[in-house]
Structures are given as structure tokens and as C-alpha cells.
């Protein structure tokens, strides 16, 4: 895949790119919104620098690390992507708490919809707004979605050096353990 232009990027201000998303699934990832880099390409947590596909591998939801273009093959692990907001922007921090709230409602319809098993929201930040939960914190929330649990995972945006890629694959990991899915990196079936 060639890398967009600057150009392109700017261009994909305001895009929106669909979900991974799919009835039966284990874990249903929700990022705040996407990139211009994922705007550009298309695809769930494209830009270079972001941790999300290594965090998954590194975690065992994955026998290999998926390329951002590969994220389709996610629904064959019973894992799907989404996002709170649709918007493209540069930064997460142009988002506005009332689109974060809107795209919270919206959210909810998606797995009141879907049922997956458990929702991953990446961001703590984002998931206290967009819950309107001020003492969120990493982890599993006491809050449901029907019969859905929630999960809490640290940002894995490169900005968020809060987290190294060995903590938040920790992370992820102790949610892969929740959901009942044994480490798709041992070659065991699934």
C-alpha cells in the first residue's frame, strides 16, 4: 500500500470508513474515531504508529499480526472494529463531548443490535465522556449493554506513552482471558 500524500490526508478530513462488524462476536473493538490515515486508506487504526494491531497480536487475540488492510480477517476470530465518532479528524481532541455522547447512542444501538460478548472501547478518556462515567477506569466496567460487557482498554494511539506495547498488550490479553479465548498464537483450534 502506498502511503497517502499530505495532500490525501487533508482530503480525508470529515470521511467516515465502515465497521468491521458482524451478529456472534467475541469482542467488538471500539476506537474513538478515525485518523486522517485511516480516512485516507480506509481502514481501522492505519496510521504507522498506532498500536492496535501489534496490542492484538501480542495479546493472542491473533495467530499473526494483521496489516490495517487485513482487518476483514477479524471476523474469522469472532472480532469486529467500530468507532464512538464517525468523523475523521486529525486528532481526537477536535471531537466535541456532544459527538462523543452521539456516537455513544449510536454505539449502543450497534450492540444492543450485534450482541457481541464484550465491547472494548480503547481510550478511558473517551469512554467516561461518551458513558457520561467520570470514575472509569482500565478494565472491566460494571456497566452492561444488554447482555453485553464492557471492557476498557488504554488508547493505543503512538501519543499515549502513558502505555508501552508490552503494558497494553497485558491489557488486552487479560480481556482475551475474560472473554473465554484461548491464545490464537499457540496454534490450538479455536
Not at 466496567?141 to 482498554?153: D, K
Amino acid at each position: 500500500m502506498t502511503r497517502p500524500t499530505p495532500e490525501e490526508l487533508e482530503a480525508a478530513r470529515g470521511r467516515t470508513i465502515g465497521d468491521v462488524l458482524a451478529g456472534g462476536l467475541r469482542v467488538l473493538f471500539c476506537g474513538i474515531n478515525p485518523g486522517l490515515m485511516s480516512g485516507a486508506t480506509g481502514h481501522h487504526f492505519a496510521r504507522p504508529g498506532n498500536r492496535f494491531w501489534p496490542a492484538l497480536h501480542a495479546s493472542g487475540f491473533t495467530p499473526r499480526q494483521l496489516a490495517p488492510a487485513e482487518q476483514r480477517e477479524l471476523l474469522t476470530h469472532r472480532l469486529g472494529i467500530t468507532n464512538v465518532a464517525a468523523r475523521t479528524t486529525a486528532r481526537a481532541g477536535e471531537l466535541t463531548d456532544e459527538e462523543l455522547r452521539e456516537g455513544g447512542r449510536v454505539l449502543r444501538e450497534k450492540v444492543e443490535r450485534y450482541e457481541p460478548q464484550w465491547l472494548a472501547v480503547v481510550g478511558v478518556t473517551a469512554y467516561r465522556i461518551t458513558f457520561g462515567d467520570r470514575r472509569a477506569r482500565i478494565g472491566r466496567q460494571e456497566a452492561v449493554i444488554g447482555g453485553t460487557h464492557i471492557w476498557v482498554l488504554p488508547n493505543p494511539s503512538g501519543l499515549n506513552a502513558h502505555w508501552t506495547l508490552s503494558a497494553m498488550a497485558e491489557e488486552f490479553a487479560r480481556l482475551r482471558e475474560a472473554a473465554g479465548l484461548p491464545d490464537a498464537r499457540s496454534g490450538l483450534p479455536r
